[in-house]
Every structure is written in structure tokens, then in C-alpha cells.
């Protein structure tokens, strides 16, 4: 089985920095893409910006130019960088792994997995 452990979260004033880490687990042969997505109160989840294998890129306007992420494909653990934090940043930060290809037992799967989520709070 697969597991995504999310660190990072936490309290931070506006225009400071936080790093977020997700870390999978498990019999791994590949993960295709990583992503954050985030989700503030009474809104719908939002990717925040997502990562292929081969280091391909896409962001959230609201975060672009702030916020960088990046991979460790040995590791399979993906990090979001994020700087110059602003309150509306405030939410719970989860991370997915899209196409993670993994054994169980003899068997080998592909599936899709989310982490458990991380607070980030921003205050102004």
C-alpha cells in the first residue's frame, strides 16, 4: 500500500515563508505526476501547482511568481517552497500523487492517492 505524509504547515505572518514536504511510501516503481491542492473554508479544492516525472510545471495564478514546486524522484517526495504568504493563503494543503505505480504482494497496481492534509495559516 501507498502513503502520502505531508510536513511543513504551521503559523506564519503575512510576507513570510513556509516549505511544505510530502513523502511517499510503499513498493514504488514511479509516481507520474505530484501535486498540492488546497482547500479553505467553505470553498472547493484547488490545485495550487502540480509536477510531472520529467520536471514539467503548472501553477495557480493567484500563486505564481510566490510559490515553487519541486521533486525528488528518488526520494518520491515532493516540496512546495512557498514565499511572500499572504492571509487569503490561509487553508488546509493536501498533497496527490497521480499514477503512482506500486506492488502489493506478487501484484502491481496503479493508483491515484491524497495525503492527509496540512494546516497553513497566514495572519495579517
Known amino acids: 500500500q501507498v502513503q502520502l505524509v505531508e510536513s511543513g504547515g504551521g503559523l506564519v505572518q503575512a510576507g513570510g515563508s513556509l516549505r511544505l514536504s510530502c513523502a511517499a511510501s510503499?513498493?514504488?516503481?514511479?509516481?507520474?505526476?505530484m501535486a498540492w491542492y488546497r482547500q479553505a473554508p467553505g470553498t472547493q479544492r484547488e490545485l495550487v501547482a502540480r509536477i510531472t516525472s520529467g520536471g514539467h510545471t503548472n501553477y495557480a495564478d493567484s500563486v505564481k511568481g510566490r510559490f515553487t514546486i519541486s521533486r525528488d524522484n528518488a526520494k518520491n517526495t515532493v516540496y512546495l517552497q512557498m514565499n511572500s504568504l499572504k492571509p487569503e493563503d490561509t487553508a488546509v494543503y493536501y498533497c496527490y500523487a497521480e499514477g503512482v505505480a506500486y506492488s502489493k504482494g506478487a501484484d502491481a497496481y496503479i493508483d491515484d492517492y491524497w495525503g492527509q492534509g496540512t494546516q497553513v495559516t497566514v495572519s495579517s
Open positions: 510503499g513498493i514504488i516503481f514511479s509516481i507520474n505526476a
